[in-house]
């Protein structure tokens, strides 16, 4: 038995490739679009997706999303809820430099950030605030679901991690031992007894590099 209460669930989706994820530069949430490759993994995804029968989508409004949750909704023929809750992380001045650059002219600062310390990268957002903006995003949708429903939510890496480190109640300085998602693909979080369990984590494809500002 999954011990989930009343059967509804949460799956968090990454969008497609893009090709700052392939440049290796950090997005956060600069309004990058999805390369050809993106578009056609967000396709495959969608019709593995639509499997699970979805009663809502809601995506963050980057249009890296948008379009990857519109391949869903031609598939189920649900309509799309764009919420800016769901952005990628703001990161400032490290927006549009690669790792090697970052590491180059924010050396200390990169350093705490991969430590686990609370660091507003490049001026931005810290961890907890993406997580206070993007779960009740989450659970007003999920508060419209039918007993039994499912929410896709379309979102990024980085968003994703803090929003199911956030609705499991992991400790803060944790959430990084979640595993960040490669293009297209998903984690399921199920509503159980004692709150919400994670049911699948970087699922829809075999394993391949994870490309992205989580990394």
């Known amino acids: 038995m ?4 009343g059967g509804r669930r949460v799956v968090f989706w990454r969008h497609g490739q893009t090709s700052w994820n392939l440049e290796g530069r950090f997005q ?3 309004d990058i679009p999805l390369t050809e490759t993106g ?10 997706l639509a499997a699970l029968r979805p009663d809502a989508i809601v995506s963050s409004d980057l249009q890296r999303a948008t379009a990857t949750a519109q391949q869903l909704a031609e598939v189920t023929g649900l309509p799309v809820k ?7 992380t703001y990161a400032g001045t490290w927006q549009g430099l690669t790792n090697a650059e970052i590491q180059a002219k924010y050396g200390e600062e990169y350093r705490l950030w991969k ?9 931005g957002e810290l961890h907890t605030e993406v997580a206070d903006r993007a779960v009740p995003v989450v659970l007003d949708a999920v508060e419209s679901l039918p007993e039994e429903g499912t929410l896709v939510v379309v979102s990024h890496g980085g968003t994703i991690r803090m929003a ?6 992991l400790p803060e300085h944790s959430w990084e031992a979640l595993g960040g998602l490669s293009n297209c693909c998903w984690s399921v979080l199920g509503r159980g007894y004692r709150g919400w369990r ?4 970087n699922a829809g494809t075999l394993p391949e590099p994870v490309m992205g500002d989580d990394t």
Do not use: F, K, N, Y
């Open 82 to 88: 764009h919420d800016p809750g769901l952005r990628e």
């Open 198 to 201: 994670l049911e699948e984590h």
């Open 2 to 5: 999954s011990g989930r209460v």
């Open 164 to 169: 199911i480190g956030r609705m499991l109640d």
């Open 115 to 123: 430590m686990g310390e609370p660091v507003r990268r490049g001026g």
């Open 28 to 30: 956060g949430s600069t």
């Open 39 to 48: 578009l056609a993994q967000a396709r495959r995804a969608a019709r593995l």
